[in-house]
Each structure stands twice: as C-alpha cells, then as structure tokens.
C-alpha cells in the first residue's frame, strides 16, 4: 500500500442525550475523520479527541494540527506492506496517540479493503459475536438515572457502567443495588478521587461492582497499586494506560485486576493489540471502551473486541444511544441479548454514507 494522500474533516454532530462525566458534560460531538487514499482503496477513521482536553491532553485542535503538520507527512509516499508499520513511521513524534491511532486505524481499514478481509480477522479476531454493555453518564436526578438503567437493561445490555464522582456515588450505587440486587454493574470515576478518599472508597465496596474505573489521577499507576491492595472491588485502569509499557508496570505493581482498551488512548489498533496480548498472558480480563464514537470509530470498537480476551463486556453499543442518524450503514445495533455478532464481510462491515457526511462537514483539508 502507498499513502497517496490524508484528508482531514470535522463534523458537528448533536448528541441524542447529553453525556456527563466527572470532568464534564458533553451536548454534541466535534467529530474529526481521517481517510487515508491509497493506490487502490481508501481507509477511513475516527479519531476520538474531544472538543477539550479533559479527557487527556489531546482535544480536536491538536490532533487536527498535528496529523496536518506531522503526522501525514510521516506516512504520505510511504511504501507500507502492513498498517501495523505505521506506528514507527509516526513514532517521531512524542504523544498524541489519538492523532497516531486515528491514522493507523484508517491503514488497517484500507488494508481489509485491499485484501478483501474482515477488519476483525486481519486483528486476529476469533469470537464472532461480542458482549455489549453501556455507560450511562451523570444525570439531573436519581430517578431519572434509574430510568435509564431501566430501559438499557430491557433492551438487552450485559452490564450496566455509572459515572461517579464525590456526591454521585453511593448513594447513587445503593439505589442501583436497591432494585437491581445482581445485575453486573461497574462505575467510573475518571480521576474523580484522590488517596485520601480511601474510607470513603472503601464503602465502594458493599455494592460488588465488577469494577472501578480510574479512581485516581490520569497518569497514575503507583497510587493505583497502592489503592488496590486496600479495596475488594476490582480496578480497572482507563486514562492511565497509554501504552503497553503502562499495562506492563500496572500488572507489574498490581495497580488493576482488569483494563480498558481504548485504541485512540494507546495510538492505534497495533499497541491495542499489544495490551490484548500481555494481558492475556497474565490473565487479565480486557474490554472495550468508548469515546462516543460515531459507526466509524464503533465498528473498528466492534472488530477489536473480538480478540480472545475481551472477556467483559465493552462500552460498544448502538449507534441510535447516541445518534439520531449514524454516518455508517448498516448502523452498529445491538441484539435482544446484549451482543453485536459480526459477519465475514469485506472491511469494517460497513458503507460509510458519504452524502450525509458531506452534509455535517464543517472543515475539510487534503493532505498530499
Ligand atoms: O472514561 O470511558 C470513559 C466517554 C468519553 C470520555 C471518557 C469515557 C467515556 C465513556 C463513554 O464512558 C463510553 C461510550 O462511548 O459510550
Ligand atoms: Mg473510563
């Protein structure tokens, strides 16, 4: 494959239902897409920057910046036999692994393309139907989270994952536990506490959460080990994990007992993979986050998650939780049992509606 040229594009596109976390709350997404034309084939994918850096340092404009500036350049005239290579290709520029993987994503599309390969298989894929859950964010009232809850858990979904933060946690969990005594539930702080909230953290305890996501700072592993050892419940390291070193030193210290994949978090599907594997190894279970994605980055979520040891149910759900029209077709939907089978079909397993992206596009830049 030779990268002939990137083109850039952003989309405004309102969210069906706002999304809060402890660092914010989202109404609409500023979605950045990337399609890498190759001699024969186009790739496409999403990168998951925020329109903040809150979520990590990186936010819309940087990685618009530095794939324009940087990253482009790195991979553009490139002969690549694999998308796996373009990690080292990029490996010049320090960070920015949502920009990195937004990129390298993009190549493994076109290569199933090119191949006529599911996307899946190309990763290594091997389960042909994965385990879906949903996160539900922080609302205005209890009672209008348990409604949520309520409808996610009638349309099929495995496990139920809350956002928490210091004043919307236990008294949020018990109510949760109250009226739902077994169902598979998690909760995410996103760095919302800190170790000195250990008391408090413990009540956590009570409500047997398969885990807690990313109690402590963003870039926090040590503290993590630390905290674990006190708690019963399970962490699960997110933000933290940017790379396979992290998962490495995070195993290494005892700082989680699961972890969340993000390919935008670690640069790209190859370091995804990576984690998989070591994880793996060590018998740790992984699963899928999400970033609010629209069908494009979804179904590259959907393919990842068929590695063996996505094991928990992953944060890929439906495109209609999100989206009163996706930009992909068919769009992601989710069984009456809480799964997404995938089908041998050629890609990512689906058209990308290029009208109505045409239509949402706010910005566009080619980069040759
Ligand atoms: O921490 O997993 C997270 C959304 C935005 C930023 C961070 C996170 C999330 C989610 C949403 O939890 C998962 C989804 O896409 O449904
Ligand atoms: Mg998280």
Redesign the pocket.
Known sequence: MKVEAVTIRELRMPLKYF?E?SFGR?ESRRVLLVTVHCEDVDGWAECVA?DAPF?SYEWIETAWLTIREFLAPAIIGAKISQAREAAALMSRVRGHNMAKAALENALWDAEARQKQQPLWKLLGGTLNEIACG??I?IQDSHDQLLDKIDTELHAGYQRI?V?VKPGWDLEVLSKIRERWPSILLSC?A?SAYRPCDLEHLRKFDEFRLLMI??PLWDDDIYQHSRLQRELKTSICL??SIRQVRDAEEAIDLGACRIM?I?TGRVGGFSEAIAIHDLCQKHGIPVWC?????TGIGRAHNVALSTLPNFRLPG???ASK??WAEDIVAPEIEVSPQGTIPVQDVTGAGYEVKTELIQKLTVRAETIR
């Open positions: 999304f976390t989202t925020s979520f949903v996160s964010g994952k956002k995410d996103n996501e990313q997110d933000e969340n993000k986050g999400g970033m609010l994605e944060d890929v759900s939780r999100y």
